[in-house]
Structures are given as structure tokens and as C-alpha cells.
């Protein structure tokens, strides 16, 4: 028994491995090493050629009620939840009355920066009455801004 199943595993480590699956672990390490370097050292990465993110709802200069629909638009790229690295793809993060946020870094989560890292394209939002600026920042698979930026024009709206 114990000679039979030595042989099984010498035949299984002789068994011939396709070509292409070799050279897709390959490609999978490089990747994943890729992946890890520019988030260590907080490589920004290049933007989707042609990538726009607007507001669809609602429009500068609305007056609105709680709680408030915000519905993002995109042209020139695709949406790909936070985490996955996709070529001419990435995330919205909704910046809420002009918080300050670094560039270069991945944008933390707070009240004024909110995260839709799971690929979401609308959000609703409760709002204190008054005026309030609402700004669109289309991110990587890491949270980090796009070099260049990708941002939607500032609005402002009116929360009765």
C-alpha cells in the first residue's frame, strides 16, 4: 500500500503541466508583487485616458430634502470594487463640504469623505439643513486618487 501510493505521488510530480498554466502563476506572482509594491510605497496610479465622473442627481444648485439621492455618472472607465486591480477601472469616494485629502496617499473614511469601495454607484444621505458642497473623487483599488485626479465639478445644493 504504502509502495502504491509513493508511486502515485512520483507519477503526479512527473506529470506533464500545461505551458499556459505556468505562465499564468507567473504572471498572478508578478502581479501580486506588482500590487504590493505600489501600495507600500504609494505609487499613484495612472488614470483611465478619457475618464469623467459627474453628477447625475442631484443638479448644482438644488434645493432637496432629507434624506438626499446621490447618483454618480461615469464615462471613459469602468467600476471595480476597492481591492481589484483592473486595468481602466476604479471606485467613487463622495467628498461632502471640501474635506482637505492627500493625493498621494489612499483617502481615509470619515463624515466628509465616504467610500464606495463595494462598486456602488448611489448612495443616500442625511444631511444637517443649509448649504453643502458635494464632489465626486474617482479612486484606484487602493483608495488612492488617479494621476491626474479624476473629479466631477463642486456643487452645491440647499438641504431644507
Do not use: C, R
Amino acid at each position: 500500500m504504502k509502495k502504491l501510493l509513493a508511486l502515485a505521488v512520483l507519477a503526479t510530480l512527473a506529470a506533464p503541466v500545461h505551458a499556459d498554466t505556468w505562465k499564468d502563476l507567473k504572471n498572478s506572482a508578478k502581479q501580486q508583487a506588482s500590487d504590493k509594491a505600489a501600495e507600500a510605497m504609494g505609487v499613484a496610479t495612472p488614470a483611465p485616458a478619457g475618464a469623467k465622473v459627474y453628477f447625475i442627481e442631484p443638479k448644482d444648485g438644488a434645493t432637496v430634502s432629507n434624506p438626499v439621492k446621490v447618483v454618480f455618472g461615469l464615462s471613459g472607465a469602468g467600476v471595480a470594487p476597492a481591492g481589484f486591480n483592473k486595468e481602466g477601472t476604479g471606485h467613487h469616494h463622495l467628498l461632502i463640504d471640501s474635506p482637505t485629502i492627500d493625493y498621494t496617499q489612499p483617502l481615509p473614511a470619515t463624515d466628509q469623505i465616504k467610500h464606495f469601495g463595494g462598486g456602488q454607484t448611489e448612495t443616500t444621505l442625511t444631511l444637517s439643513p443649509g448649504k453643502h458642497t458635494l464632489q465626486l473623487e474617482f479612486a484606484d483599488w487602493k483608495h488612492q486618487p488617479f494621476n491626474p485626479a479624476v473629479e466631477s465639478q463642486k456643487i452645491t445644493i440647499t438641504v431644507k
